[in-house]
């Protein structure tokens, strides 16, 4: 199986603030790469997919890169609905597992 | 408009089957390169990837529940089932099921639309 491994495991920031989530795949996954948000009590929800593409609707401030092993989800200038927990999921290949989540907290 | 609902028991006892049904609208499973997968949480843990089926009936299964789990379409219905075996506590958790839509091809996928997702409880 295809280990992904987020950092940090939580983090705490202030509305304005830029925001940056890593994601680590245990083997190369090329761009296989998407993001969800999930809120308490919801379903996730896709935010980035392709490992760089902003699925419809997603205000422009959320961005993703990287291709191969290292992954990033920034979240350009954070507002009061971007505060949950974000998950990393990679496609590559079955199982398409999920990273551990990063809890996104309101300092 | 894509949705997709979670329905079956909310409570099942240890060494039971469960069996889950994701009913949905808007797309057909018999259309090129979509799919339907199955994702849980346990309380308070992370997602957890289960199983997919797609439009060709190709089916991918988590290798550590694979032994307990199947997932079947019904087309006509415009259903998808998950079945697990031999359920333990440990398995307690909200079941989802979502449409897998494919980019680029029709390996690049992501989860574009999720059910509202079922609580299951595992307990004698």
């Known amino acids: 199986d295809i280990q992904m491994t987020q950092s940090p495991s939580s983090l705490s920031a202030s509305v304005g603030d830029r925001v940056t989530i890593t994601c680590r795949a245990s083997?190369?996954?090329?761009?296989?790469l998407n993001w969800y948000q999930q809120k308490p009590g919801k379903a996730p929800k896709v935010v980035i997919y392709?490992?760089?593409s902003l699925q419809s609707g997603v205000p422009s401030r959320f961005s993703g890169s990287g291709s191969g092993t290292d992954f990033t989800l920034t979240i350009s200038s954070l507002q009061p609905d971007d505060f949950a927990i974000y998950y990393c999921?990679?496609?590559?290949?079955?199982?398409?597992?999920f990273g551990q989540g990063t809890k996104l907290e309101i300092k | 408009q894509i949705t997709l609902k979670e329905s079956g028991p909310t409570l099942v006892k240890p060494t039971q089957t469960l069996t889950l049904t994701c009913s949905f609208s808007?797309?057909?499973?018999?259309?090129?390169?979509?799919?339907v997968g199955w994702i849980r949480q346990p309380p308070g843990k992370a997602l957890e990837w289960l199983a997919v089926?797609?439009?060709?009936?190709?089916?991918r299964y988590s290798p550590s529940l694979k032994s307990r789990v199947t997932i079947t379409k019904d087309t006509s219905r415009n259903q998808v089932v998950l079945t697990m075996t031999n359920m333990d506590p440990v398995d307690t958790g909200t079941y989802y099921c979502?449409?897998?839509?494919?980019?680029?091809?029709?390996?690049?996928?992501?989860?574009?639309?999720w059910g509202q997702g079922a609580l299951v409880t595992v307990s004698s």
């Open positions: 979502a449409h897998s839509r494919a980019t680029s091809g029709y390996r690049k996928r992501h989860f574009d639309y």
């Open positions: 808007g797309f057909s499973l018999s259309t090129s390169g979509v799919g």
């Open positions: 089926i797609y439009w060709d009936d190709d089916k």
């Open positions: 083997q190369s996954i090329s761009d296989y």
């Open positions: 392709a490992a760089s």
């Open positions: 999921q990679q496609s590559f290949d079955s199982p398409y597992t």
